[in-house]
């Protein structure tokens, strides 16, 4: 039996706040797509397919961020059964330098046959831009 639309959301975020890319990634449709409406420069505005989110998500884990705990999180089911919108709070560390991170999220995900095709995260670009310059990676 397929996952509903809200099991698998809340598997990406449990993979999400694990760091665990392999898992994340799959839960993706092989012809996936992550995009990020709101982000600053030198960050792509989108990701397609399991191999490019992989490639970027695996770059991303060897140490910029460190997730801690989700806060606040709310899973809106919708009308249309393949879409789920999610609301948290990300608090964790910026690894190179050990600041505290808060990042707040509005993600809105598309579920077919139990993967994700689309996974729009509406993430505040000022913090991860602070982020980035924080470490010089802006």
Known sequence: MTATAREVVEQVLRAGLAMDTDTFVGLIAPDGRIEWP??????????EGREQIREFLTA????LVRFEEYR???????????VVIVEYD?????????????????????????????????????????????????
């Open 60 to 63: 991303q884990a060897n140490g």
């Open 90 to 138: 990300v608090h964790g560390t910026v690894v190179p330098t050990g600041a505290p991170l808060h990042q707040t999220i509005i993600a809105v995900i598309r579920v077919r046959d139990g993967l994700v095709v689309s996974y729009r995260d509406y993430l505040n670009p000022l913090v991860l831009a602070e982020t980035l310059a924080s470490v010089g990676g802006a």
């Open 72 to 82: 606040n999180t709310v899973i809106h089911e919708t009308k249309d059964p393949e």
């Open 38 to 47: 709101y982000h600053p420069a030198g960050v792509p505005d989108h990701l």
